[in-house]
T-cell receptor
Framework: DTAVSQTPKYLVTQMGNDKSIKCEQN?????MYWYKQDSKKFLKIMFS?????LIINETVPNRFSPKSPDKAHLNLHINSLELGDSAVYFC????WGRGEDTQYFGPGTRLTVL | AQSVTQPDIHITVSEGASLELRCNYS??????LFWYVQSPGQGLQLLLK??????LVQGIKGFEAEFKRSQSSFNLRKPSVHWSDAAEYFC???????????FGPGTSLSVIP
């Protein structure tokens, strides 16, 4: 019973392509996040959604478009992939307003752009 | 600006030795504080967290961390390191349950037999 799952685990694609990464959580959380981990292992938040509403949108190229069809899912679509998009992308989820917060992370999707 | 720093990029310890990983934060008020571990090729696993109360926090896998407000620190400790503890360790901080969590740059731990 994986709490936060991501598909695919690995994604290799050519520059210019469009790709999507899917995330699902079965923890009953109402907030979901996307993080990018670069080659130096630096983790930076990209987006967060609460109840399907965009809450956090860091300075991310508009080629990246998150979509939340429901509270349990947050997908990341990337258009016109560039070499610099190569990274590991982590999805996470948490609960809003319960007095304490822990973000639970998925296993990551390693994206390689050739 | 809010930030989390981990002064040690890489630490090597012998198996059985004690371990302390340093973490400092810069926030307007005391944030929620976390330590996560990332094993090679894996996702992040929460080791422990601090929200309020007792400043010494116990976590999984024998880890503990101590919050020191005066030093803006949240250092992670383990009395006896096992080879399986070799991983990347991230300290993180957030203001509220819905705010973004800011991660430190990570400390890579190597364990020698």
């Amino acid at each position: 019973d994986t709490a936060v799952s991501q598909t695919p685990k690995y994604l290799v694609t050519q520059m210019g392509n469009d790709k999507s990464i899917k995330c699902e959580q079965n923890l009953g959380h109402d907030t979901m996040y996307w993080y990018k981990q670069d080659s130096k292992k630096f983790l930076k938040i990209m987006f967060s959604y609460n109840n399907k509403e965009l809450i956090i949108n860091e300075t991310v190229p508009n080629r990246f478009s998150p979509k939340s069809p429901d509270k349990a899912h947050l997908n990341l679509h990337i258009n016109s992939l560039e070499l610099g998009d190569s990274a590991v992308y982590f999805c996470a989820s948490s609960s809003w307003g319960r007095g304490e917060d822990t973000q639970y992370f998925g296993p990551g999707t390693r994206l390689t752009v050739l | 600006a809010q930030s989390v720093t981990q002064p040690d990029i890489h630490i090597t310890v012998s198996e059985g030795a004690s371990l302390e990983l340093r973490c400092n934060y810069s926030y307007g008020a005391t944030p929620y504080l976390f330590w996560y571990v990332q094993s090679p090729g894996q996702g992040l696993q929460l080791l422990l967290k601090y929200f309020s109360g007792d400043t010494l926090v116990q976590g999984i896998k024998g880890f503990e961390a101590e919050f020191k407000r005066s030093q803006s620190s949240f250092n992670l400790r383990k009395p006896s390191v096992h080879w399986s503890d070799a991983a990347e360790y991230f300290c993180a901080a957030g203001k509220t349950s819905y705010d973004k969590v800011i991660f430190g740059p990570g400390t890579s731990l190597s364990v020698i037999p």
